[in-house]
């Protein structure tokens, strides 16, 4: 066998094992670049979300804590405060509902998102009520309006609020799993590739 012939089949052997090797650099460089696209997803949209409903939920906690100290208090300076406290929170879950209604793009989300919004509407006008019969009326009839008819109300806001913080749990745990799956059909093709390679190269070795 010639010089030159040896030297082509070399060549030739040699770049197939170079080019294997650059696909698997083109498989991991891509395969890296989806997994940080989808940890981005996760950090910059869908913890931030999730945050957002949790801060809804516990500014909503606030409230019925500040309504029931208005109705323990006897002292119209601490009716006063208590008031103050419910309408900065109110403030603050406005601020994360209009963040949450310009991110949300998924169907499912809006639809749970509106359904917060109608439930949050009518605690909100629940509030009203009670904290005029607070500063109006009895203890007694302030206690059956919260007992009887604004209880149901924060219970189905708060239901609302939970199904759409799960939802979102389940948003990025879905993320996590595309992220894994990705890492391992990457793992399983560059193992194959760089195996290929191996084998030509044994294959030219003997």
């Known amino acids: 066998m010639n010089s030159t012939t040896i030297t082509t089949r070399l060549g030739?052997?040699?770049?197939?094992?170079?080019?294997?090797?650059?696909?698997?650099?083109?498989?991991?460089?891509?395969r890296l670049a989806q997994l940080d696209q989808g940890t981005q997803v996760i950090?910059?949209?869908?913890?931030?979300?999730?945050?957002?409903?949790?801060?809804?939920?516990r500014h909503t906690t606030q409230i019925a804590i500040a309504l029931r100290n208005m109705m323990l208090t006897s002292s119209r300076?601490?009716?006063?405060k208590q008031k103050e406290r419910i309408m900065?929170?109110?403030?603050?879950?406005?601020?994360?509902i209009d963040a949450l209604k310009q991110s949300v793009n998924l169907p499912r989300g809006k639809d749970i998102l509106g359904e917060?919004?109608?439930?949050?509407?009518?605690?909100?006008a629940g509030q009203e009520k009670l904290i005029k019969v607070i500063e109006t009326g009895s203890a007694e009839?302030?206690?059956?309006?919260?007992?009887?008819?604004?209880?149901?109300?924060?219970?189905?806001?708060?239901?609302?609020?939970?199904?759409?913080?799960?939802?979102?749990?389940?948003l990025v745990d879905s993320a996590g799993k595309s992220a894994s799956e990705s890492y391992q059909g990457a793992r399983t093709l560059m193992i194959g590739i760089v195996a290929l390679a191996l084998l030509i190269a044994a294959v030219l070795a003997i």
Do not use: C, H
């Open 12 to 30: 030739l052997s040699f770049g197939a094992i170079i080019l294997l090797l650059i696909v698997v650099a083109g498989v991991g460089i891509n």
């Open 43 to 57: 950090v910059t949209d869908r913890w931030i979300k999730a945050a957002q409903s949790n801060n809804i939920a």
């Open 77 to 80: 300076e601490d009716m006063a």
């Open 88 to 96: 900065e929170s109110r403030k603050a879950i406005a601020v994360d």
């Open 116 to 124: 917060v919004l109608v439930q949050r509407e009518r605690y909100i």
């Open 141 to 170: 009839e302030s206690r059956q309006y919260l007992n009887n008819e604004l209880r149901p109300v924060l219970a189905a806001y708060q239901a609302a609020l939970d199904k759409f913080a799960k939802f979102q749990a389940e």
